[in-house]
């Protein structure tokens, strides 16, 4: 019998649309059986501001053995020890050898498969492929749909996920379409936590 391939649920986080206290909502997600990771994406805070959170919100996912990706600020993450970062595209681009020999997972935002392309030559672990599906925070832009992510996936050997609108009711098609898993925001920080897990059993 084929083995089931295990794919990865990613929550990004957004603490504006948290109602309540968001550490205790990142302890909510940390406890959850089928959540993966937590790439903190906190990008409106200083860099003093977001080391003082990224350490909180890293120590209460090492307390459930979940990873903890840092986003943007590559100084913070080295001045915490903590070598693991998500970039933007450009951002990405801009790493200097010492920062690029530092980390030993570097996720890159990407927007055509060409970028995926490159990222992957110069190094990434990973990248999100995005938008996948209608979302508010890309309002007005059209999404770029499946076919969009299928040709990305096709592109490159390290994992793809599919970032952009994804929710329980539609995360199985971006999995059908090659990707390594799925990235949300909004199910995570201000959905139903329960109804998530509960889809979401029978596309992982």
């Known amino acids: 019998m084929q083995q089931k391939i295990r794919h990865k649920i990613i929550c990004i986080t957004n603490r504006h649309l948290v109602q309540g206290d968001f550490l205790e909502r990142i302890e909510q997600i ?8 937590v790439i903190l994406r906190e990008k409106d805070l200083t860099e003093e501001e ?10 209460i996912c090492s307390q459930y ?23 933007p595209y450009s951002a990405f681009l801009r790493l200097d050898n010492k920062q690029r020999q530092f980390f030993q997972i570097i ?14 030559r110069q190094g990434a672990s990973y990248v999100t492929a995005s938008h996948i599906f209608p979302t508010a925070c890309k309002e007005g832009l059209a999404p770029r749909g499946l076919s969009y992510l299928r040709e990305t996936v096709r592109g490159v050997s ?9 929710h329980p009711e539609n995360a199985a098609s971006c999995l059908e379409a090659g990707a390594a898993g799925v990235c949300m925001m909004s199910e995570f920080m201000n959905g139903d936590l ?11």
């Open 194 to 204: 329960n109804r998530g897990c509960m889809d979401f059993s029978g596309c992982v």
């Open 107 to 120: 996720g890159v935002s990407t927007h055509t498969p060409e970028e995926a392309r490159e990222a992957e």
């Open 50 to 59: 977001y080391k003082e959170l990224a350490w909180k919100v890293s120590s």
């Open 30 to 37: 940390a406890a959850l059986d089928w959540a993966d990771a």
């Open 158 to 166: 390290i994992p793809v996920y599919a970032l952009g609108g994804i």
């Open 65 to 87: 053995e979940k990873t903890c990706i840092l986003h943007t600020f590559a100084d913070a993450a080295m001045e915490l020890g903590y070598r693991k970062i998500h970039l």
